[in-house]
């Protein structure tokens, strides 16, 4: 266990990030299935942004690797145009 108080206090901020980078990880992760489902072109491309803002923030919060975000848009992108 800790006995600095800065180490306790950087436990508890650890915490706290771990929770919200979870929660937004989570969330996109849900948005990403439910435009997938989506059979209607129109609808997806309109919610097509959406995601790939939730994506990039992801990114940018280091909650995932540029890499694997670049990978996701592409492959959402992808489906999206395969759409009939």
Do not use: C, F, W
């Amino acid at each position: 266990m800790a006995n600095h108080k800065a180490t306790k206090k950087d436990i508890r901020q650890s915490e706290k990030r771990r929770d919200r980078n979870r929660y937004y990880g989570k969330t996109t992760r849900n948005a990403i299935r439910t435009l997938l489902a989506i059979t209607d072109k129109k609808q997806a491309g309109e919610e097509l942004p959406k995601v790939i803002s939730m994506i990039d923030k992801l990114a940018k919060r280091n909650v995932i690797h540029k890499n694997k975000a670049s990978n996701l848009k592409s492959g959402i992108v992808k489906k999206i145009n395969a759409i009939a």
